[in-house]
């Protein structure tokens, strides 16, 4: 490596230069040895070769001590980081029209979603993380040096994010930064962009997106975003419909193929959902030699039993209100009522790989095989509307 032209940014952990790497430009991350454990090291090495995505920073090659620091070449961005273009309008290089404005604000949530579809956290959402190519209008999440598994361990990596984006249950109550307070941050940005002023934290509320914002028409997915209670909060598989369509009456270029569908969209238009996906993708079950569904086999003799015989299938929007128990609204009957839908919420919300939306569908599905047969097979839905749990399904299928 050699060509260095000077520094590009500094942090606590180190400082980023562009410099040749293998005959083309690179971002390297230059860590002195003593500021960041082995454990870490490998830890931000494997987030960077599981969130390959056109919206995520890539890694270039190994990571090598040198002179006493860690070198990392990342891919370098040919543009400007998302603080100049929202609020130094005068370097930026960038025309904030509707379309190109659309494209940067779908390009952050695709490459969000990509993250959280791989249970990866990123922690330190801010404006100055954000990359904005020049030319292309392509959104690029940098710096995933505080990123975590979320799944694997909450202990990962330390919380460490910046105050300025930490949702309000971070900054209250020092809860621990999950995907949930990404997608807060991911809010406070996309509406930060589109009304090119800068939020007071505290302030940062549905009320004050609709008094920023207007009739802009990423509004309502952005009030769903910044929910103070994370319990109610969107998450980023239950936007990211709502954001590709807003910025596709826009004219925005319809997604790659490669990229992840929403199945949590409004209830008449579904995909896939990307935790399903995913997970089926990278299943030890879905190699050749191995069963990629029950079904493609002949099937066993099976038969169904529910995990809970007391339990319902699928409730009626009839039947279903508020989960939240609310005093004083009928007595000790009307409180036992709540309480058993609080617990309904809490069951339909167990071992599932993400939040429940406030309105989408969230299906996950597993395999046990035995002597290369299909021993079990177990299906979980929830499906959700206004915060409601419209349809709840547990089965699991056992051949033996």
Avoid at 160 to 167: I, K, L, T, V
């Amino acid at each position: 490596m050699a060509y260095s032209t000077g520094t590009l940014a500094e942090g606590c952990f180190g400082k980023v230069y562009r410099e040749k790497y293998n005959d083309t430009w690179a971002a390297i991350k230059k860590v002195p040895q003593h500021l960041i454990s082995r454990k870490d090291l490998e830890r931000e090495c494997e987030v960077y070769n599981k969130a390959n995505h056109p919206n995520i920073v890539k890694l270039l090659g190994n990571i090598n001590l040198k002179d006493g620091k860690w070198i990392i070449p990342l891919e370098f961005i040919f543009g400007e980081d998302l603080e100049t273009t929202i609020f130094k309008s005068a370097k930026s290089k960038i025309q904030l029209t509707p379309t190109n404005r659309g494209k940067i604000i779908v390009g952050m949530c695709e490459g969000l979603l990509h993250l959280h579809s791989r249970d990866i956290v990123h922690q330190d959402l801010k404006p100055e993380n954000i990359m904005v190519e020049h030319n292309t209008n392509r959104a690029v999440i940098i710096d995933l040096g505080l990123a975590k598994f979320f799944r694997r361990g909450l202990n990962s990596a330390v919380d460490m994010g910046n105050e300025a984006y930490s949702a309000p249950e971070v900054l209250q109550r020092h809860s621990q930064r999950d995907q949930r307070s990404d997608v807060w941050a991911m809010g406070k940005i996309i509406a930060e962009l589109c009304a090119r002023v800068r939020l007071h934290t505290p302030s940062v509320c549905p009320a004050k997106i609709r008094e920023v914002m207007r009739d802009q028409p990423y509004c309502q997915a952005v009030c769903r975003m910044v929910e103070s209670n994370p319990a109610l909060r969107a998450t980023i598989v239950g936007v990211i419909g709502d954001m590709r369509r807003a910025a596709g009456g826009l004219g925005h270029l319809t997604p790659p193929p490669t990229q992840i569908r929403n199945r949590s969209a409004s209830p008449g238009r579904r995909g896939a959902s990307p935790f399903n996906k995913e997970r089926r993708a990278h299943s030890p079950m879905n190699k050749r030699g191995s069963p990629l569904g029950w079904e493609r086999n002949p099937r066993p003799d099976i038969k169904l039993v529910h995990r809970n015989p007391r339990q319902p299938r699928s409730l009626s929007p009839q039947r279903i209100q508020p989960l939240v128990p609310a005093a004083g609204r009928g007595g000790a009957l009307d409180l036992t009522k709540d309480m058993m839908k609080m617990g309904l919420f809490q069951e339909a919300a167990r071992d599932l790989p993400c939040q429940l939306p406030a309105t989408g569908r969230v299906m996950v599905r597993r395999f046990e095989e035995k002597n290369g047969e299909v021993e079990t097979w177990a299906q979980k839905e929830v499906v959700m509307r206004d915060g409601k749990i419209i349809k709840y399904n547990d089965v699991t299928f056992n051949s033996s």
